[in-house]
Nanobody
Framework: QVHLVESGGGLVQAGGSLRLSCAAS????????MGWYRQAPGKERELVAD???????NYVDSVKGRFTISRDNAKNTVYLQMNSLKPEDTAVYYC??????????????WGQGTQVTVSS
């Protein structure tokens, strides 16, 4: 089993910053892509940013220049630094990881979600 545990959400004023962390634990041989998704009330879950095992990154247009995704492969941890936050960034943020658990098996795992609320 693989568990993803997120931390770092909270309430912040517009223009402020938050840093999300997500640590993977369990039977992990390697991790391919890691990413952050978010879901606002009444909306579908969307990809915010992802990062490959080699460090290549991808961002949704609405966060480019404001958010930075990074990872520490030694710690099986992915981070999301969020600057210049806007009220429209308010959502539950979910961590995702594609994990090799051995014997050729790969799984797609999710964290429990962390609330980010940006007040105007």
């Amino acid at each position: 089993q693989v568990h993803l545990v997120e931390s770092g959400g909270g309430l912040v004023q517009a223009g402020g910053s938050l840093r999300l962390s997500c640590a993977a634990s369990g039977i992990i041989f390697s991790i391919n892509a890691m990413g952050w998704y978010r879901q606002a009330p009444g909306k579908e879950r969307e990809l915010v940013a992802d990062i490959s095992s080699g460090g290549s990154t991808n961002y949704v247009d609405s966060v480019k220049g404001r958010f930075t995704i990074s990872r520490d492969n030694a710690k099986n941890t992915v981070y999301l630094q969020m600057n210049s936050l806007k009220p429209e960034d308010t959502a539950v943020y979910y961590c995702n990881a594609v994990v090799h658990t051995g014997w050729g098996k790969w799984g797609d795992y999710w964290g429990q979600g962390t609330q980010v609320t940006v007040s105007s």
